[in-house]
């Protein structure tokens, strides 16, 4: 069963800008840390933004000013709007739900999707 649900890749120019979303189960929405993470070509997976339920927020230091992340209670959807893309932004983009409690260790994946920053 698909937990998480992306959207909203594709080919954009320097400058331009992106909005992902992940649609996730309503109780994976309500009590897992969601986050974006990033996979560019040949190189490791890094995280780029996550949310806390109670929509505390934390960036990469490469996107802080660029990339804002964001929760939709009435839609159970995360969003990442990518603003002032790069070239160096170019990667497979995952959405990540983390649940740590106690002894308890859970999380998700997206299925990823591509972002390509290039003119």
């Known amino acids: 069963q698909v937990q998480l649900v992306e959207s909203g890749g594709g080919l954009v120019q320097p400058g331009g800008s992106l909005r992902l979303s992940c649609a996730a189960s309503k109780v994976i929405f309500s009590i897992y840390f969601m986050g974006w993470y990033r996979q560019p070509l040949g190189k490791e997976r890094e995280l780029v933004a996550s949310?806390?339920?109670?929509?505390?927020?934390n960036y990469a230091d490469s996107v802080k000013g660029r990339f804002t992340i964001s929760r939709d209670k009435s839609k159970n959807t995360v969003y990442l709007q990518m603003n002032s893309l790069k070239p160096e932004d170019t990667a497979v983009y995952y959405c990540?739900?983390?649940?740590?409690?106690?002894?308890?260790?859970?999380?998700?994946w997206g299925q990823g999707t591509q972002v390509t920053v290039s003119s």
């Open positions: 990540n739900a983390e649940l740590h409690v106690g002894t308890y260790d859970n999380e998700y």
């Open positions: 949310i806390t339920t109670r929509d505390v927020t």
